[in-house]
């Protein structure tokens, strides 16, 4: 905030009080010794109209004392003014996010003098709409509301302009129902802006008797409407990353990520009480069928009404959750036992009794729900969900359209647990697990004159680096993805063996490839919490780098952001010492989670990698493509590299370009491979990338 105060400088005036009144007093006595002078001239001059002359002189003199005096007095006024100005700068600059507006709007009414004086966001249906984020009336902060500003001078912020009115302003708004409520007499508005200067709010201050400084104060309130403007867009701009973090984006539903967070929030307090919840775990039967006959287009607007549907059913205590495709779980904290919960099961099957129309058509469905309770059925997180799985499979394999409470007797999924466990153990003796590698490229922009004599720009793509993917292929089986195994892994503690075995691998490839593509290409590795947590893993890849003549910066370690905040001072000095190696840190899947500039400082990183799910929508949602500009912008300001995963399409790859970010990785440029295979995709998608670049560019 000092920056911002230092800005605000009113014309003409003295830096210093100190320095202006000594400065003042000088010249004031000279002026004084100016005018005295004539005076006692006077006594030594015999002639009277020289008399008259020397006394007209010094009325003169008198006259300019006195007009230095009262500039002086005016110079003084507006000094004490610009000094409280400061002051209320400095007390709303002392509060934080959540009291900014509370505290702005109180110091802005002692400021002007006024009655009332309120700060909100225009509702975007109702314009005359105002939703309020302070309001001070009388002194006092009231509740926030809805004011309609029908007819009030508020609604002139829309003309893009400050607004004042010194009196009679019932009389210039006689139907405006706020000036009436308010019996004000002056106003002084200001409009708030979002980030491409569209004017979306308004902060006001209402007076039934003239407001102190009159239109001297619009400077001052031009100057916060301009703080608050970017304190409103920090805000959208975080709610938008919190809501794409904690929300399916088809459903609108929370996400798996908030769901477990809630579910272990819930356990704990079952726990602390011995109260009992209940779990659904639901899936849509045979919902590929309307995929293939519909297309998947429609499939999706019908989970969307089927979601709406079931959250129209439940109360509102419920918690709902889009685990994934047509699969979703139901948290209920406040049902106690399992009667209860399976009535609530059974309103779920009861509202499909009635279809859904799509496409003109009417679509019934049905769905195969489980039903656990704890602590009946499990006092753990993986066990409820496990035997809510296990429950409504068994619902499945009865044909669908019911509801089956967990019993002992369905261990199946239990015991392909305990299958899958085993196989876990022998695939690395086995030698089962390979890596794929997905290629990353570095865009560059250079002027070329084209055919027709003209300038006009090239992009082109550099091959920089890969990321290593682990995947276990399985004996008879096709490859098994890594969110398949990797927490099985990590809850066994095999992810340490597996890790090594990626890394030394990786390592082990990138010497071969450094020979084939430079001594600048780099390899990306994925860690997991446990890895990081290993006291022995940065002498470990130190000897891996020695092994292979690596030099430390061309191996890059991937983290996701809540692996990070699970101990955070403790996962700062494990993160110095890997640095301290010479090899880089990128945060991974980054803006899911945190995405705090407090912890990117805190933590030594070098890196961001922007999740594919900011990706996909770039082009289409302008809040995705604000957030991705802040994370650049962000990382710009730290000197941090950012490399934006998943592109798949040009339109994609235009908007990043646009933006800044220069480092891709995505199906648009190769799908991950294995290392046989690898050299050979490059080459052969190297002229389409090419041909693909000009034409972006």
């Excluded at 020289?50 to 006024?77: A, D, E, G, M």
């Excluded at 916060?224 to 919190?242: D, I, K, P, T, Y």
Aim: net charge neutral; proline share 3%; aromatic share 8%.
């Amino acid at each position: 905030m000092r920056g911002f105060r230092e800005s605000i400088r009113f014309p003409g005036l003295p830096s210093s009080h100190r320095e202006s009144r000594g400065e003042y007093l000088r010249l004031a006595l000279g002026l004084l010794i100016l005018v005295s002078l004539p005076f006692f001239l006077a006594n030594y001059l015999n002639d009277i109209p020289n008399r008259l002359l020397v006394v007209s002189f010094s009325l003169l003199l008198v006259n300019f004392l006195l007009i230095f005096l009262y500039s002086i007095h005016i110079r003084q006024k507006l000094y004490r003014e610009q000094r409280h100005f400061y002051d209320m700068i400095r007390r709303v600059s002392e509060h934080g996010s959540e009291t900014f507006f509370p505290a702005l709007v109180t110091q802005l009414r002692e400021f002007l003098g006024a009655d009332y004086v309120h700060i909100g966001r225009f509702d975007k249906a109702q314009g005359s709409v105002l939703n309020t984020l302070a309001i001070c009336h009388h002194g006092q902060i009231t509740e926030n509301t809805e004011l309609d500003l029908t007819g009030a001078p508020c609604t002139e912020a829309f003309e893009g302009d400050a607004w004042f009115a010194h009196k009679n302003l019932q009389h210039k708004f006689p139907d405006s129902t706020l000036v009436s409520e308010l019996q004000a007499d002056s106003y002084l508005g200001h409009p708030l802006r979002d980030g491409a200067g569209k004017v979306v709010g308004v902060i006001s201050a209402f007076g039934r008797k003239p407001l102190r400084r009159g239109q001297r104060a619009l400077v001052p309130l031009a100057l916060l409407a301009q703080h608050a403007s970017s304190e409103l867009e920090r805000r959208r701009v975080q709610q938008a990353m919190e809501r794409l973090a904690y929300h399916d984006p088809l459903t609108e539903m929370s996400n798996w990520r908030f769901f477990k967070e809630r579910l272990v929030t819930t356990l704990g307090w079952a726990h602390q009480s011995g109260e009992s919840f209940g779990l659904i775990f639901l899936d849509v039967d045979r919902f590929k069928n309307v995929n293939q006959t519909l297309g998947h287009e429609t499939g999706d607007h019908l989970l969307r009404l089927f979601a709406e549907r079931m959250a129209s059913t439940l109360d509102s205590q419920a918690i709902l959750s889009r685990k994934g495709g047509d699969r979703f779980f139901v948290l209920l904290p406040h049902l106690l036992c399992a009667a209860d919960v399976c009535r609530a099961a059974e309103g779920l099957l009861e509202m499909l009794r009635e279809p859904f129309e799509v496409q003109g058509r009417e679509v019934y469905l049905s769905i195969s729900i489980g039903v656990v309770t704890c602590p009946e059925n499990g006092e753990t997180i993986a066990t409820l969900l496990a035997n809510a799985d296990a429950a409504m499979h068994r619902a499945k394999e009865k044909g669908g359209g019911r509801i089956e409470r967990y019993a002992p007797a369905m261990g199946r999924a239990s015991r392909v647990r305990l299958g899958l466990e085993g196989a876990l153990r022998n695939a690395l003796k086995n030698e089962e697990f390979v890596l794929h590698f997905q290629p990353q490229y570095q865009l560059s922009t250079e002027r070329v004159v084209g055919d027709e004599g003209l300038l006009h720009d090239r992009v082109s793509s550099r091959l920089v680096g890969a990321e290593s993917l682990v995947r276990w292929q399985r004996p008879g089986c096709e490859l098994v993805p890594p969110m398949e195994f990797i927490p099985l892994a990590e809850e066994t503690g095999l992810i340490d063996e597996i890790g090594t075995w990626v890394l030394e691998s990786a390592c082990s490839q990138l010497r071969q490839w450094q020979q084939w593509f430079g001594s600048e290409f780099k390899m990306s590795v994925n860690l997991s919490a446990r890895q990081l947590c290993d006291p022995a893993l940065g002498a470990r890849i130190a000897s891996i780098l020695s092994a292979n003549n690596l030099r430390p910066e061309v191996l890059c370690l991937e983290l996701t952001e809540s692996c990070l905040m699970g101990s955070v001072q403790e996962n700062q000095q494990r993160l110095q010492r890997l640095r301290s190696l010479g090899v880089g840190i990128s945060i991974d899947d980054f803006g899911t989670g945190y995405s705090s500039l407090s912890y990117l400082r805190r933590f030594p990183v070098t890196a961001l990698k922007v999740d594919r799910s900011f990706i996909q929508d770039l082009g289409e949602h302008a809040d995705n493509q604000a957030i991705v500009k802040n994370i650049v912008d962000m990382a710009k300001v730290l000197k941090l590299e950012v490399v934006a995963e998943g592109v798949e399409t040009e339109r994609q790859l235009s908007c990043l370009r646009a933006i800044g970010c220069h480092t891709v990785q995505g199906y648009l440029f190769g799908r991950p491979v294995a290392a046989s295979d690898f050299a050979t995709s490059i080459n052969c998608s190297t002229d389409d990338q090419t041909d693909r670049m000009g034409q972006i560019g």
